[in-house]
Structures are given as structure tokens and as C-alpha cells.
């Protein structure tokens, strides 16, 4: 399997702009994770689902920020309108169940100017 | 809520030295489960160990030692003969089991890592 594939890998954004993130986790995997990483904070869990169903978005940071899984190989995080204190590596994981390891991705490092 | 400390920011040692990180937990769940991620520069996550409540006793993986202490609420890391290669961020994490509906909380809650650098 090829992992956790997240795009872009990189975002440059101006203030205000929406920004979507995207994520096909390993095939099989029923839980998919959303995380931020920053300087100041570390790593947050955002949402996390569990068979394409959200099941605990108390991370979400605001209203600007939504995220959906149409199916079992795809996710997206939007960030609507985007801010410059939304800059931060946002992560994709996947795991087979709960409390199993996850398995991340590459990371989207979003700049938002 | 689950809180995971990791008490020591960044660490430096010499080639060939041995090394120990620190992670000490919290919870009210009896049945949880602990993690070690690395970090390397290139960014990505490497899941290391996954360890249960349950199952106190110590692993060797190679280099790689971890010490489970339910009495303290420690799961520490050891490496030992630090190479080069070992320079990263290390992670500890929790994960309970009560859902968070039932007022616990399931998600992966990190430490806020130890950055290790290893010199030649």
C-alpha cells in the first residue's frame, strides 16, 4: 500500500481565501484523523471519523473549518476563510481500529499570508 | 481529559551515549493505550511502539528500550549507542478507551515531543 496520501504538500494562500486539504487514507481503514502541528501548540487532533462518520470534532477551531469524508478512500479539511494564525502542517492519519497505531501522512504545510 | 508531559524540550548527546526519554501520563480510564512516534527532519510521523495498560512489561527492539511504570505513570524511551540517525523529534502519546460520549476520550493525545539531537 502506498500510505497516507495527502495533497497539496505544500499551500501558499492569501488571507481569505478558502484552502482545501485532501486525504486518501490506507485502504481498509476505517479511522481517518485530522492534526495540526504548530510551534506553540504541538500536535492537535482536529476530527477524527470512524466509517466515513465524524465522530468527535470538539478540535475544530472555529467555524472557518470543516472537513467531510464522502467515502472510504477520501477526505477534505476546508478552511474558509483562511487567517494567517491558520498556518500550521496539518496531517492526515489513518488506523485499522481505535487504539491501533496510525499511520500518517506526509503533512500539507499551509501558509497563509 | 487524558495529558500527556513530556518534560524535557530538547536533548544532546554525543554519539554512542545512551539516552532516555521522558513521558509521564494522565488518565482516569483502567484501559488505555501509550504510543511512541519519531519525527525525523524530513517531517513525516514513524509510528515506534503501542503499548496497552495491561502489559507492563519492558521492550527491546534493537537500539530501542521502553520502560512501562503504571505506579508513576511513566512509559519511557531509551535509545542506546545514539547514532546520527536517531536526531528527530520524539512523541509520546495516549489513547483512552471510554468514548467521549461516556465522558473519556478516545483520540491520540500527543506530548509536546523532545527534540534529540545526536552529534558525531
Known amino acids: 500500500d502506498a500510505g497516507v496520501i495527502q495533497s497539496p504538500r505544500h499551500e501558499v494562500t492569501e488571507m481569505g481565501q478558502e484552502v482545501t486539504l485532501r486525504c486518501k487514507p490506507i485502504?481498509?481503514?476505517?479511522?481517518l484523523f485530522w492534526y495540526r502541528q504548530t510551534m506553540m501548540r504541538g500536535l492537535e487532533l482536529l476530527i477524527y471519523f470512524n466509517n466515513n462518520v465524524p465522530i468527535d470534532d470538539s478540535g475544530m477551531p472555529e467555524d472557518r473549518f470543516s472537513a467531510k469524508m464522502p467515502n472510504a478512500s477520501f477526505s477534505t479539511l476546508k478552511i474558509q476563510p483562511s487567517e494567517p494564525r491558520d498556518s500550521a502542517v496539518y496531517f492526515c492519519?489513518?488506523?485499522?481500529?481505535?487504539?491501533?497505531?496510525?499511520?500518517f501522512g506526509q503533512g500539507t504545510r499551509l501558509t497563509v499570508v | 481529559a487524558q495529558k500527556v508531559t513530556q518534560a524535557q524540550t530538547e536533548i544532546s548527546v554525543v554519539e554512542k551515549e545512551d539516552v532516555t526519554l521522558d513521558c509521564v501520563y494522565e488518565?482516569?480510564?483502567?484501559?488505555?493505550?501509550l504510543f511512541w512516534y519519531k519525527q525525523p527532519p524530513s517531517g513525516e510521523l514513524v509510528f515506534l511502539i503501542r503499548r496497552n495498560s495491561f502489559d507492563e512489561q519492558n521492550e527491546i527492539s534493537g537500539r530501542y528500550s521502553w520502560n512501562f511504570q503504571k505506579s508513576t505513570s511513566s512509559f519511557n524511551f531509551t535509545i542506546t549507542a545514539s547514532q546520527v540517525v536517531d536526531s528527530a523529534v520524539y512523541f509520546c502519546a495516549l489513547s483512552e478507551t471510554t468514548s467521549h460520549t461516556q465522558g473519556g476520550s478516545e483520540k491520540l493525545v500527543f506530548g509536546k515531543g523532545t527534540k534529540l539531537t545526536v552529534n558525531p
Open positions: 485502504s481498509g481503514h476505517d479511522y
Open positions: 488518565t482516569r480510564d483502567t484501559t488505555y493505550y
Open positions: 492519519a489513518s488506523s485499522l481500529y481505535m487504539n491501533t497505531e496510525a499511520f
